[in-house]
């Protein structure tokens, strides 16, 4: 069955993740039959982002994306704090580069207004924005991440968004799952949920289907790849959700885009 | 190939609801993933105050199925009379193994009353298990308030009882632990169990197998607490060869439940 990881990370620029050079990711991905793979390279941590680095990024995706054209997609990371060239930065990788998409990390909030204008710009151009996100449970977390954005400001933001396409990262990998897919059970259609993270808790992607539905679930792995290829096959799924899961639905978000 | 889980589970978690966690419901999932036999021990005990009482369930949970089914005992080292429990669990219940939970149980593994209970396993040939946390640290209840077990006192714990085989569940960060980059623990009689590592990308299964060799290393799932696919996944996708990933796969933990 046809795979599109919709969240994953590849190494490039300043930023280095763990055994994710280029050919290595594609060798994964080979290896366990996922077709394409839409990367990113954020600033993690809760560490603040400059526009250089921004562009220091983005520059490393794009090279990984030349090098595989049909299988390495992009989100442009940007830092929206930085109003006017974040948007340049959007237009530039987005609209001349041909990026799929934004990824926010943690240095704002999604439902921060200071985002707004981003969101905006990804509705005219249909395309969708990936957020870090997670439910903190510890206290040292929340202290040295305060800005994570959790499912209530995702449920907020969707309300003020209602056309937007904003994807929940990482819900096996965001702290307190059970939390959050109640809290998503009221989110609007403009909200997406995508299946990656290392814990491999049993019931997991069930409790997803059941609570959040297949229809804006999507399959991804976050640089955990045997687990989350094996949590959306082995699932007590229907085959027709599974389909969804794996690619239909990230195929269905790739053609809401417009020209820029 | 035959798959041995080294992790397997029966019984509830106060945490969260758990499906197949039942000797039946256990025996239909390692039915779907291909695994021959589990090593089991009662999440029960992890809980009740006296750890003993969910040995006792265990026995009986098992006992129709004990040839798929290995009861591993769980005791609590600061609790009254565990060589009475240990004796009992070995000898009437037929408990091959021991497992250890200092986090939840609130004791160090280089105290007096732990060193005693891992030697009185040891000459019983039963091996030590020690999961390094049952929970992942970013999703802990509230009334959960267990820190992950430390390779460092793992390694501790092995150097006091080096007699005593261990078996590290849940192990994560081996291949920067002293397992490795000592060269007086490469040969420690300790093996870990590798649901939380990785074959693609971060390969932490292929550099421990070259660094530790393949009898270092037993397959195990986390079930039915996690799912086993991945674990299995990962020992398929390995590239090694046949009779290095049959060791891993059931050789070493058979072996571990022999001596």
Known sequence: MKKIDAHMHVSGGSQRFVGCDADSVIDAADRLEVDQLVCSIPITGGRWATPAEVRDCNDGLLQAMRRYPKRILGYCFLNPGYGREAVEELERCVVREGMTGVKLYNQYKINDPVVFPLIERTIELGVPILVHAARLVSAADIASQPLTSHAADFVDVGRHYPEAIIIHGHIAGGGDWQWTLKVLRDAPSSIYLDTSGSVMDAGLLERCVRDFGADRLLFATDMTMEGNVARVRDADITDAQRERIFHRNFEAILARRRAG | ?259
Not at chain 2, 23 to 45: K, Q, T
Not at chain 2, 186 to 200: K, N
Request: glycine share 6%; proline share 7%; with cysteine.
């Open chain 2, 1 to 259: 190939m035959t798959l041995i889980d080294s992790n397997a589970w029966l019984g509830h978690y106060p945490f969260r609801a758990v499906r197949h966690n039942t000797p039946d419901g256990l025996l239909r999932l390692m039915d779907r993933h291909g695994i021959a036999r589990a090593v089991v021990s009662s999440l029960h005990s992890v809980f009740y105050a006296d750890a003993h009482s969910g040995n006792e369930e265990l026995a009986q949970w098992v006992r129709p199925h004990r040839d798929r089914l290995i009861p591993c005992a769980t005791l609590n080292p600061t609790f009254p009379g565990f060589e009475r429990d240990l004796q009992q669990c070995h000898e009437e219940w037929g408990m091959l193994g021991l497992r250890l939970f200092p986090a939840h149980h609130r004791f160090s593994l280089a105290s007096p009353q732990c060193v005693e209970v891992v030697q009185a396993a040891t000459l019983r040939k039963m091996h030590v298990a020690i999961p390094m946390r049952l929970e992942d640290r970013r999703q802990q209840h509230w009334m959960d308030a267990t820190a992950e077990v430390r390779l460092t006192e793992i390694a501790a714990l092995s150097r006091a009882c080096p007699e005593t085989n261990l078996l590290v569940l849940e192990a994560i960060g081996v291949e920067d632990s002293a397992f490795v980059q000592d060269p007086a623990m490469r040969d420690a009689r300790v093996s870990f169990e590798f649901s939380r590592m990785a074959t693609v990308l971060q390969r932490t299964i292929p550099t421990l197998l070259d660094r530790l060799g393949p009898r270092r290393l037993a397959f195990g799932t986390g079930a039915p607490l996690k799912i086993p696919g991945p674990a299995v996944l990962k020992l398929q996708l390995l590239d090694a060869p046949a009779e290095v990933k049959a060791q891993l796969a059931g050789g070493n933990m058979e072996r571990l439940l022999q001596t």
